[in-house]
């Protein structure tokens, strides 16, 4: 795992929600303290539940910058999936408390940003900051499903986080379309024709 070395502010940024039918998609910047080093930084698909929550509370806590940012449901919508998490991306960056000096996103794919902006693809395997970031952005997009499946019971969210499962297009099936889902998502758009 690379660290930024002391005095570099470097960001990382990922982001959590691409592939879901419900929900919007969520991205994180952060620009981790060199001086507080945070142990067990990995991409957020590889850690436990309860790992990337105790990561997060100490990213928040250690941090020398970080800031989650989305785009909505209707956004997706309207710019389709990639425009939509880019500018959540942007989002992100521009609500950092501290300007990085450079930002390292994770993917093939950056956002507009007024600061120097690279890409490293599999960045949340590679770069702490992009890590952090990936933990950051899947907490924030789980919590939301976990507040959607306390809202609509039926449809399972907090087990399938609105990917598209079996038992999530057979609950979609038969309880129909609600507000939280992307229209412009194949297997939504057609139920809905």
Known sequence: MEYAAAGQRICGVDEAGRGPLCGSVVAAAVILDPLH????????????????TRLAAQIREHALAWAVAEASVEEIDTLNILHATMLAMQRAVEALA????????????????????ETV???????????????????????QMEALDTQYP?????RHKGYPTAAHLEALRRYGVIDCYRRSFAPVRDLLA
Do not use: E, H, Q
Not at 100 to 111: K, Y
Not at 125 to 139: E, G, M, N, P, Q
């Open 37 to 52: 080093p945070i142990v067990g930084l990995n991409d957020s698909k590889k850690l436990s539940a309860r790992a990337r």
């Open 98 to 117: 501290v300007v990085p000096d450079l930002v390292r996103v994770d993917g093939n794919r950056s956002p507009k940003l007024s600061v120097p902006c």
């Open 121 to 143: 693809v599999k960045g949340d395997a590679k770069v702490a900051a992009i890590a952090a970031a990936s933990i950051l952005a899947k907490t924030m997009r789980d919590a």
């Open 154 to 158: 039926a449809y399972g969210f907090a």
